[in-house]
């Protein structure tokens, strides 16, 4: 038995939907109203820092994610099946949050033409329309469209989202179920907010789905000049950090000596036991959906594997840094990494399948005794470091790596021009990307030194 909807979408259009009968009750006013939007292929955008969009294009592709993916300014465009948003949300290191978009893009150069086809799409797919709901918090971006003036955008949001709370408390008002109202989100949960773009007269509407991706479950700690966790792990996965885990048999080291909180030793560590960045403990957005289901995300939960490196056991990350205080805000980070990184259930046991170790010791003297080490640091740089001050770490650091030649890489993150002057030596630009709005540089030594005339770069 199947029962047919019809509905319309953000073009006016009417459209049947044809669907299986699973109860022999029948479907509540709620029910037949969210239906329609129950299996719609999800439409996204994917942010991640500047400078590191081809680079999360890539991972999501790398995890096998079904869907279509565009590297864009910003960030991803993805197009996929109804889990694309929850394992881009649980798996990508690189995503620091999603926009859902709501119905389909549309020309718009008239304020009535702008209520209009808001008034059309599904609100009700997404937010609770409850009397209780407060308005979403809008935020606008215009650009070369006619519609330009934010503070009327966002009052005329604000007019449809209480439009259609009153619109959809009339078509429950006779219904007995009104437990079914909110569908499957918390009717008590504050909105998501709204993001409208508008662009040369085409507007694209969107919800918050997934944010403060970022945050790691982990990160408690913080310490000076940090690097952001995506920023982290874009860096560690453009060293060949995997690619010599793959080929070594003597073991490889990862040392980095700024090491500040530990992001990069900690995402490095992440990356190699192949944890997913993302937890299910933690309420996103999209679990609010009147839509979402807890049933179907809790199986695409229960499907993540987790596949450490196969020779995982052969790595040895090191940190280390001259300021005491940030070697204890990395161990304390690393400690709570243990304790909520994923295990089978009944398994407390909070040992590691390789080394990681944190302390406080100076570059030179640590520099003596790493074997088959590979340089992953965000060297300090900006206000706090000092300029005098950097200048002598830029020439100690660049004698340190000079005085071996068996690095297996050297690898750093820069925002001044006067380290590599500083430092003797030869490097080339592997990534430039923003770090909490400062333009940073991913470096890598070229194996030579170099001497850099005034203003070269």
Same mark, same amino acid.
């Given at each position: 038995q199947a029962f047919c909807l019809w509905?319309?979408?953000?073009?006016? &259009?009417? +459209?049947?939907?044809?669907?299986?009968? %699973?109860?022999?009750?029948?479907?509540?006013?709620?029910? =037949?109203?969210? @239906?329609?939007?129950?299996?719609?292929?999800?439409?996204?955008?994917?942010?991640?820092?500047?400078?590191?969009?081809?680079?999360?294009?890539?991972?999501?592709?790398?995890?096998?994610?079904?869907?279509?993916?565009?590297?864009?300014?910003?960030?991803?465009?993805?197009?996929?099946?109804?889990?694309?948003?929850?394992?881009?949300?649980? &798996?990508? +290191?690189?995503?620091?949050?999603?926009? %859902?978009?709501?119905?389909?893009?549309?020309?718009?150069? =008239?304020?009535? @033409?702008?209520?209009?086809?808001?008034?059309s799409m599904p609100w009700e797919a997404y937010y609770q329309l409850t009397p209780a709901a407060q308005p979403p918090r809008v935020s606008i971006h215009t650009s070369n469209s006619r519609l330009y003036h934010q503070n009327m955008l966002k009052e005329k949001v604000r007019q449809v989202f209480e439009a259609k709370r009153q619109e959809f408390a009339k078509t429950l008002a006779d219904d007995d179920d009104r437990a079914t109202a909110v569908g499957g989100g918390d009717p008590e949960a504050p909105s998501p907010p709204m993001h409208v773009q508008l662009q040369y007269d085409q507007c694209i509407v969107g919800v918050m789905a997934a944010q403060n991706l970022c945050r790691r479950r982990y990160r408690k700690a913080v310490g000076t000049l940090p690097l952001r966790e995506t920023c982290a792990a874009a860096v560690v996965l453009k060293t060949p950090m995997l690619k010599l885990l793959s080929e070594t048999t003597d073991g490889i080291s990862v040392w980095d000596p700024f090491c500040r909180s530990g992001t990069i030793i900690t995402e490095a560590l992440g990356i190699a036991l192949g944890h997913p960045p993302g937890g299910p403990q933690g309420l996103q957005p999209f679990a609010h959906f009147p839509t979402h289901s807890r049933d179907r995300y809790e199986q695409v939960v229960a499907s993540l594997r987790v596949m450490p490196h196969e020779n995982v056991e052969r790595l040895t990350l090191v940190g280390t840094d001259a300021d005491p205080t940030e070697v204890d805000a990395a161990q304390r980070n690393l400690h709570r990494f243990v304790r909520r990184m994923p295990r089978p259930v009944g398994d407390d046991s909070t040992e590691l399948p390789c080394t990681v170790s944190f302390f406080h010791s100076p570059m030179q003297r640590v520099a003596k005794h790493v074997r088959n080490c590979l340089i992953v640091t965000n060297i300090p740089y900006g206000e706090a470091a000092g300029r005098d001050r950097a200048k002598k770490l830029y020439r100690d650091f660049g004698r340190m790596v000079q005085s071996r030649t068996d690095w297996q890489g050297v690898y750093v993150v820069s925002a001044r021009r006067e380290f590599k002057a500083m430092s003797g030596l030869e490097w080339r630009v592997e990534l430039r990307f923003s770090n909490g709005g400062i333009r940073v540089e991913l470096l890598r030594w070229t194996g030579r030194t170099k001497t850099y005339a005034e203003g070269e770069d």
């Open positions: 509905f319309r979408d953000g073009d006016g &259009r009417r +459209r049947k939907v044809r669907a299986p009968l %699973l109860c022999a009750q029948p479907m509540s006013k709620a029910a =037949r109203i969210l @239906a329609p939007h129950t299996v719609a292929v999800k439409r996204l955008f994917v942010r991640t820092s500047g400078g590191l969009e081809k680079l999360l294009e890539r991972e999501l592709q790398s995890l096998q994610i079904p869907g279509a993916f565009e590297a864009v300014d910003g960030g991803v465009t993805a197009e996929g099946p109804e889990d694309i948003l929850w394992r881009i949300a649980l &798996r990508s +290191r690189l995503a620091e949050s999603v926009r %859902l978009e709501i119905g389909d893009p549309f020309h718009v150069t =008239r304020e009535g @033409a702008f209520l209009g086809n808001l008034h």
